[in-house]
């Protein structure tokens, strides 16, 4: 079992920057790949950013591309999500997932943990 804990969210004006931060409870934490997502009010869940478990690899979403940049900390079993230039169309709640399989996977199935999500909203 993997408990995850996301933190950072909060409020922004458009333009701004947060960074996301999403704690993992269990060791060898390398061993999963990683993935944040997020859910807008009456919306679907949908990718954002995911991570292979080295760190080496990682895939965007086209809609944060040279915005949001997926990171993570294998030493402290830390994911973070850098989001800059935030746009109110990012409001949403963001989930951080684990994947005991799937490396940087942009599917929610191929995820088997998820933290409870963490809420950004963004001003215009």
């Known amino acids: 079992q993997v408990q995850l804990v996301e933190s950072g969210g909060g409020l922004v004006q458009a333009g701004g920057s947060l960074r996301l931060s999403c704690a993992a409870s269990?060791?060898?934490?390398?061993?999963?790949?990683m993935g944040w997502f997020r859910q807008a009010p009456g919306k679907e869940r949908v990718f954002v950013a995911g991570?292979?478990?080295?760190?080496?690899?990682?895939i965007s979403a086209d809609s944060v591309k040279g915005r949001f940049t997926i990171s993570r900390d294998n030493a402290k079993n830390t994911v973070y999500l850098q989001m800059n230039s935030l746009k109110p169309e990012d409001t949403a709640v963001y989930y951080c997932?684990?994947?005991?399989?799937?490396?940087?996977?942009?599917?929610?199935?191929?995820?088997?943990?998820w933290g409870q999500g963490t809420q950004v909203t963004v001003s215009s």
């Open positions: 997932a684990a994947s005991r399989t799937y490396h940087s996977s942009s599917y929610p199935w191929e995820y088997d943990y």
């Open positions: 991570i292979s478990g080295s760190g080496g690899s990682s």
């Open positions: 269990r060791r060898a934490f390398s061993s999963f790949g």
